[in-house]
């Protein structure tokens, strides 16, 4: 029987004389993922932890990976260390009925034997706001959670949509996001990063590079004078910041002391507490208006 290609289209099976129901979305890299009432879930990167957590799966994760630390509850579960490290007979002993990886944090031989092997592997790549929702929604109908989170996904898209109507008409800022120190890293805009900046009304001063992330140099920066510096870190982190661009005090953003970090997690991470991470970003935005 065909699966129809929808978001998630449901494909009738027959065992044991009855119908059950078989869910069928497209994951990232576009190949179709069936599941039939998937009890034991492997969730192998943070960003899709949280999103699992999000739609009300997390009764049916038995194991994630080595960095996932939100919501705490998962520190209950077994952990599995890094992706890259593992090979597919250790995530096959867990007798996965589905899979969860991230495409940049996993070897694709080892999710290529996980399937070859007839375990269902969802392969997430999300890097727009819009994809981590479509996320959400894929996740949920796999999950058999798509009723009781429709209605929160929705929301949590509705609060994206209001920064951007309250801060996207507004004088625009100039924004320097640095991913890393040594050697100095941004994101591009093809980056949910940029497009935060970008609702807040903040233009990313390097929008125009055509890769993900890349490094540039302190005189490129410079060059574009950003009027507010970015990273996420801790209070630490901001310290180190802080002081990393003292030396340049006719860069606008350090003249007028508009230097600021938001927590690495919620922000870097495309799952569901980008949110808060974007009304920080705004409000930092904002306090360089005044």
Not at 65 to 79: A, I, R
Not at 89 to 94: G, Q, T, V, Y
Not at 183 to 189: D, N, S, V, W
């Amino acid at each position: 029987m065909k699966c129809i290609r929808l978001l998630a289209a449901v494909c009738l099976t027959w065992l044991s004389g009855q119908a059950v129901a078989a869910v069928c979305v497209q994951d990232d890299t576009n190949q179709t993922v069936c599941v039939q009432q998937a009890q034991r879930v492997l969730v192998l990167a943070p960003h899709l932890t949280e999103i699992v957590d999000f739609v009300g799966g997390m009764s049916k994760v038995v194991a994630v990976d080595g960095s996932s630390n939100f919501p705490e509850s998962v520190n209950t579960l077994p952990k599995l260390g890094n992706p890259w490290m593992l090979g597919a007979e250790s995530i096959l002993a867990r007798k996965p009925d589905l899979v969860l990886v991230w495409q940049s944090g996993i070897s694709m031989e080892v999710v290529a034997q996980l399937r070859k092997a007839g375990v269902p592997v969802f392969v997430s790549e999300p890097k727009k706001i819009e994809q981590v929702a479509s996320t959400m929604r894929r996740l949920s109908a796999l999950l058999g959670t798509e009723q009781r989170s429709a209605s929160r996904i929705d929301d949590w898209l509705q609060q994206f949509k209001s920064l951007r109507a309250e801060y996207g008409g507004r004088s625009i800022v100039p924004v320097f996001y640095q991913v890393w120190s040594q050697p100095l890293m941004t994101l591009g805009g093809q980056h949910a990063v940029s497009e935060v900046i970008e609702l807040c009304g903040g233009r990313n001063i390097f929008v125009d590079l055509p890769n993900l992330a890349a490094q540039v140099s302190v005189e490129g920066v410079l060059k574009r004078k950003p009027e507010v510096l970015l990273a996420s870190g801790s209070e630490r982190d901001h310290q180190s910041f802080v002081m990393q661009w003292a030396s340049w005090p006719q860069m606008p953003a350090v003249k007028r002391n508009q230097v600021y970090t938001v927590p690495n997690d919620i922000l870097v991470r495309n799952g569901p507490r980008l949110i808060g991470a974007a009304k920080l970003v705004c409000a930092h935005i904002e306090q360089a208006r005044r």
